[in-house]
Every structure is written in structure tokens, then in C-alpha cells.
């Protein structure tokens, strides 16, 4: 939203509606502003993680393949996901130097104001960039504030004293959050209840359930597997294992009694409203991948904590037992981890969106049990179908409406000329999707092979996604 009319005024304006320059422009406007927020976001987490903790929970932000994917593209997702990112580390950084002002440390009196403006202007972002992130920056906002006030209470238990501390915390991150969203969205200047309203709609919308491919079936509504396998399938390789390092390492160190890797107040803020965010996006009847990235910033922090103190603890040892180069080990692993994944996620270009964990199976796999394809390809067909010669759109045939209209808005969309109930079209386009959700007529296969040409595909790693077909003799 907040975005859309940056990207019209970069567009030459020689096309009515959106031109090709103006969605160009968009492109990069969103990978710009993706990227530039990883700065802010490392700010905050230098607070919670410390300075070597906070690049490497930025670095997992900057490889990741999924994020990297969305953020190419002209849709809210990945600038959702970094907004709420500042926002939520913002703030728990701002209470956490907060606390240091109470101690009478002087150099926090005043910095504490600046984390909470920052949090504040992202988190006004987030609403405008997408509604629902009123739900992560909620829950969150909630457990920095409980967890603030319980410190509070325990350094001087009277009610009053809490209550304008909650309030010194979270009113001016609330007013800076609301004055973004009106300085920057003009139509709260003239129609305040409208947009509101409008954007209330939008949210209702969202709670809309479609048919969706999982675990080798057609499910519509909710299921509580779903988002905890997408999670394992569209994690990158450092990711996954960072991740299961990251509970292994917990684990044992509650066995041995070993000191905590995060403090407490930033682990019970970043498990809670994570595991409630899962919970809550569990019971919508709408289940989609990209749902989830918002939390990849809380995981980022997280895994970045246990990093940092594995880097530490190695580098300890090693050091003591007389290792030469021993100090050099860590970060060196650190830095061929991103180097690996960064290499990863550049290799998957330009359908970073499609990556599947090559160590649960990979695309062929994730054919069996993941939905696939979220337009991957499209802009290849509809270059063949140029190629070809197609001067309109009246000769397309795909079974969903969707990837019709992103082709062409007059295309057809029917299936009789299998059986010879119809006069066949020129060209037919398949796509993944519908194949999983057995979209397709039967006896598709059979017909093209026998009557059609195969003008060009699109295939990611051994997994046809897309396919143009042209059939012989038809106009």
C-alpha cells in the first residue's frame, strides 16, 4: 500500500494502467526495501543477541531462499515479514534498554526513545504494507509488555509505579505506529471509517478457504500438519539444521544445567508469540507457505543466540588446548554456511518462491505432498505463446480460472474438445497445481501426445511445472 504509488511515479508513464516499467520498478522497490530493512532489523537484535548474534540472524534473513523469493516479487509477503521483523525486535530491544535506563545507567536514557520510535514507524508500516499483521505485532507487543511489567514488579512491587512504566513503553510505540499509518496512507486524511473499514474487509476476505494439494489429497479448511511440514520443506538445508541444532542444544543444556544461551524475558517473548502465531494460522480455514515468513525474523534472533554461544564455546576450547588457528574455526564455518546457502539461493533464480529443502527430497517429493506453483513459468509461456505467433487470447484453455487470468483476461477455460465435444484451441497451458488437485480431464495426456506439440515447459529440479502445448490443425 504504502509502497504502490512510489512504484507508479518510477514508471514512464506511456501506457495506460500498469505498464511492464512500472512493474519493473515495483520488482525492485521491493527488493530494495526488503534489503535496506535487514539494517535496522540488526540494529535491534544487537540489543537481544549481541553484535556478532545480530548478523547472524540478519545473514539468515539475507540467504534465505523463501524470503529472497518473495521479495523479487510485486506482493506483500516478504515486506510484511521484515516490517514486523523491526518492529517486534524493536521493541523488545527498546524495553530491554529501558531497563537499563531504571538501573541509572545513563547512556540508555535516551537511546531506549529511539528504538521504540523505530519499532513504532515499522510496525505503522507493517499495517499499511498488510492487515493481517496486526495478529504478530499484537501477540508480540502483548508479551513484551507482560514481560516488562513483570520485571518491573519484581524491582519495586507497586502497581502504579508498573502501570506508568507499561504506559512510558508502549504509548509512544502506539502514537508513532498510528501516525505512520496516517501521514503515509492519504485516504485516512479524507475518509478515515472507509479505509478502515475497507481494510477490515480485505481481512475478512483472507479467512476465505480454497481446495489445496496436501499429503497426496485435496483438503479444504484447516489442518493442524500442514504448516509444520511446509516449515520442513521450505527451510533452506542451514536453516533446517540450525534449527534442530538450536532445540538439541537447548535440551541438553537444561540436562547439564548449563547457562542460558538467551535470557529468559527474550526467550519467553520470542517462543510464546511464535508458537501462538502458528496456533492462530493453524485454525484459519486459508493455509498458504508464505503465511509463516513473519516468523523467520523471531527464528532468526533465536538460532542466532545458540550460533553465537557454539562460536564462543569452540572457539574457548580450542584456544585452551593450544589449537593453532583455533580462534579462525568459528567464524570461518559461520561465514562458508551463508556462503553455501547464499550460493544455494542464487542458484534457484529467478524461482527462489519454488525452493524445497533438498534434504527432505526435494521437488519430487514435495510433488507428493506439498502444494506447488505460484506462478512459476508463466512468463515463459506466455513469451512462447508470442513466439508462436498468438495475437489474442481466445485460444487459451487452463483448468483454473487464476492461471488463466494471469495469461490473458478472455482466455477459455473448458475441456469438451478431449472427448470431441468441442472444436479444440489453438494452444493449451498446464500447470502443476491443477495437476495435483487432479484438475486435469482425463485423457489430457493422451490427446496431447497424439494431436498437440510441446511448444515449451518450465521445470525446476526434475518437476515440470509448466507446460504449452499447441494442437495440430486447430485456429
Request: proline share 4%; net charge positive; glycine share 8%.
Amino acid at each position: 500500500m504504502w509502497t504502490g504509488f512510489l512504484g507508479i511515479e518510477l514508471a514512464e508513464r506511456d501506457l495506460p494502467g500498469w505498464s511492464s516499467d512500472a512493474l519493473r520498478n515495483g520488482h525492485r522497490l521491493m527488493a530494495i526495501w526488503c534489503s535496506v530493512l535487514i539494517v535496522p532489523f540488526v540494529a535491534a537484535a544487537r540489543r537481544i543477541v549481541g553484535r556478532r548474534g545480530s548478523l547472524v540472524a540478519g545473514g539468515i534473513l539475507a540467504v534465505e531462499p523463501l524470503l529472497v523469493g518473495h521479495s523479487a516479487l510485486l506482493h506483500t509477503d516478504a515486506l510484511l515479514t521484515m516490517t514486523v521483523g523491526v518492529a517486534i525486535v524493536g521493541l523488545m530491544a527498546a524495553a530491554e534498554e529501558r531497563r537499563l535506563a531504571l538501573r541509572q545507567d545513563r547512556r540508555w536514557r535516551r537511546r531506549w526513545v529511539l528504538s521504540v520510535t523505530m519499532a513504532g514507524a515499522a510496525a505503522g508500516l507493517a499495517v499499511l504494507t498488510k492487515i493481517s499483521a496486526l495478529l504478530p505485532l499484537g501477540l508480540a507487543t502483548l508479551m513484551v509488555l507482560a514481560v516488562h511489567g513483570f520485571w518491573v514488579w519484581r524491582s519495586a512491587p507497586v502497581a502504579r509505579y508498573v502501570v506508568r512504566e507499561l504506559a512510558v513503553l508502549a504509548l509512544p510505540f502506539a502514537a508513532v505506529a498510528a501516525i505512520v499509518v496516517v501521514v503515509v496512507w492519504p485516504a485516512m486524511w479524507v475518509a478515515p471509517l472507509n479505509s478502515i473499514e475497507t481494510s477490515l474487509d480485505s481481512l475478512r476476505l483472507a479467512g476465505r478457504a480454497s481446495p489445496r494439494f496436501f499429503l497426496g489429497e485435496v483438503v479444504v479448511g484447516s489442518d493442524w500438519r500442514y504448516y509444520p511440514v511446509e516449515a520442513v520443506f521450505r527451510a533452506s538445508a542451514w536453516l533446517l539444521v540450525g534449527g534442530l541444532a538450536m532445540v538439541a542444544w537447548k535440551v541438553r543444556a537444561r540436562m547439564v544445567g548449563a547457562p542460558r544461551v538467551l535470557a529468559r524475558r527474550h526467550a519467553v517473548v520470542l517462543t510464546v508469540t511464535g508458537l501462538v502465531f502458528v496456533v492462530a494460522l493453524s485454525v484459519s480455514s486459508k493455509q498458504y507457505a508464505r503465511y509463516l515468513l513473519p516468523l523467520l525474523p523471531l527464528v532468526a534472533v533465536a538460532m542466532a543466540a545458540v550460533v553465537d554461544r557454539w562460536a564462543r564455546s569452540l572457539t574457548r576450547r580450542l584456544v585452551s588446548r593450544g589449537v593453532r588457528w583455533g580462534g579462525l574455526v568459528a567464524p570461518v564455518s559461520l561465514w562458508l554456511a551463508f556462503a553455501l546457502t547464499a550460493a544455494w539461493t542464487a542458484s534457484l533464480a529467478p524461482y527462489q518462491i519454488s525452493h524445497v529443502n533438498p534434504l527432505v527430497g526435494g521437488q519430487r517429493t514435495a510433488e507428493r505432498t506439498i502444494p506447488l506453483g505460484w506462478g512459476e513459468g508463466f512468463e515463459v509461456m506466455t513469451a512462447a505463446y508470442r513466439l508462436e505467433g498468438g495475437e489474442t487470447c481466445q485460444t487459451w484453455t487452463s483448468w483454473r480460472a487464476w492461471i488463466l487470468f494471469q495469461l490473458c483476461r478472455d482466455g477459455r477455460r473448458d475441456a469438451g474438445f478431449v472427448d470431441g465435444d468441442q472444436a479444440p484451441p489453438r494452444f493449451v497451458l498446464r500447470y502443476v497445481y491443477e495437476r495435483q488437485l487432479g484438475e486435469e480431464p482425463p485423457g489430457l495426456q493422451a490427446y496431447l501426445d497424439e494431436h498437440g506439440t510441446l511448444v515449451d515447459s518450465v521445470t525446476i529440479d526434475g518437476v515440470r511445472y509448466a507446460e504449452l502445448w499447441e494442437i495440430d490443425g486447430a485456429s
